[in-house]
């Protein structure tokens, strides 16, 4: 098991820029392929990027390509988020999950095993 916690999310204006970061706890973190999803009020839990055991590959979702940046410390048992340009429409709360098998270009929330508490984000137009 692990236990992930967010952090970082805030208030930020169109066009700035936040860091998310992700606490693991547990003794096999770089085990584990780790995930950013968002939710936004009365929408689904949407993909946002993933990032292979070794940190070597990354996915993302069309809409935050170019924009955002996933990596992961497995020294450090972390994993975060560069957020820039961003946009009022990805004003959402901001989950870290954890999988602890397959590939990074599964994107369904159901091919993750844990999940983090989340943290919100808002950017104002």
């Known amino acids: 098991q692990v236990q992930l916690v967010e952090s970082g999310g805030g208030l930020v204006q169109a066009g700035g820029s936040l860091r998310l970061s992700c606490a693991a706890s547990g003794r096999t973190f770089s085990s584990y392929i780790m995930g950013w999803f968002r939710q936004a009020p009365g929408k689904e839990r949407e993909f946002v990027a993933a990032?292979?055991?070794?940190?070597?590959?990354?996915y993302y979702a069309d809409s935050v390509k170019g924009r955002f940046t996933i990596s992961r410390d497995n020294a450090k048992n972390t994993v975060s988020l560069q957020m820039n340009s961003l946009k009022p429409e990805d004003t959402a709360v901001y989950y870290c999950?954890?999988?602890?098998?397959?590939?990074?270009?599964?994107?369904?929330?159901?091919?993750?095993?844990?999940w983090g508490q989340g943290t919100q984000v808002t950017v104002s137009s």
């Open positions: 990032i292979a055991r070794s940190g070597g590959s990354t």
């Open positions: 999950a954890a999988r602890s098998s397959g590939i990074i270009l599964a994107t369904a929330t159901s091919t993750y095993n844990y």
